[in-house]
């Protein structure tokens, strides 16, 4: 009994043990098979499953985002979690709206990347000007609420 105990424990182990192998398989070849905007090579899983994504291209990484941000030319960045329901939902309707207005709105993934830029809460999409914030709209909103938002502060 004793022995078809420890045969099974042993099973199991090596059924997890190739789980994850497997996993971890497809997890680098998701990174080989598509471009990494993130800089890094230990995304999260919920990053990973975005990469092929085309909502959430036109990304951009802390360095680069500061560098934006002091050069004093304006730039809207859309601050989201890929874990967030809200986000889930948002930005399947906001991409197309700022690719139909012609905005060049960057993606801040805060699962991958410290928040250093006040956000308390996802979605959040600000806009900056001559290096400091001048707009910001917080949460899940229709796209009136954000054509109102890009038409009183990035369009103008």
């Known amino acids: 009994m004793q022995k078809k105990m420890l045969i099974i424990i042993g099973a199991i182990v090596v059924l997890f043990g190739a789980l994850y192998f497997v996993i971890d398989y497809k997890n680098n070849q998701a990174l080989d098979n598509n471009d990494n905007p993130y800089g890094k090579d230990n995304l999260n899983q919920a990053t ?10 036109n990304q951009i990484v802390p360095e680069e985002l500061n560098e934006e941000i002091d050069s004093g030319d304006p730039v809207t960045v859309y601050f989201y979690d890929p874990t967030c329901p809200h986000c889930q939902a948002t930005t ?16 801040y993934n805060l699962l991958e990347f410290t928040n250093n830029y006040g956000i308390e809460s996802t979605p959040t999409l600000v ?21 109102a938002f890009f038409n009183k502060f990035v369009l103008n």
Do not use: N, S
């Open 48 to 57: 990973i499953d975005q990469l092929d994504d085309p909502d959430y291209g």
């Open 92 to 107: 399947p309707d906001l991409v197309p709206l700022t690719e139909d207005l012609g905005i060049d709105m960057k993606k």
């Open 127 to 147: 806009h900056y000007e001559e290096g400091k914030e001048v707009a910001r709209i917080i949460g899940q909103r229709t796209d009136e609420e954000f054509t």
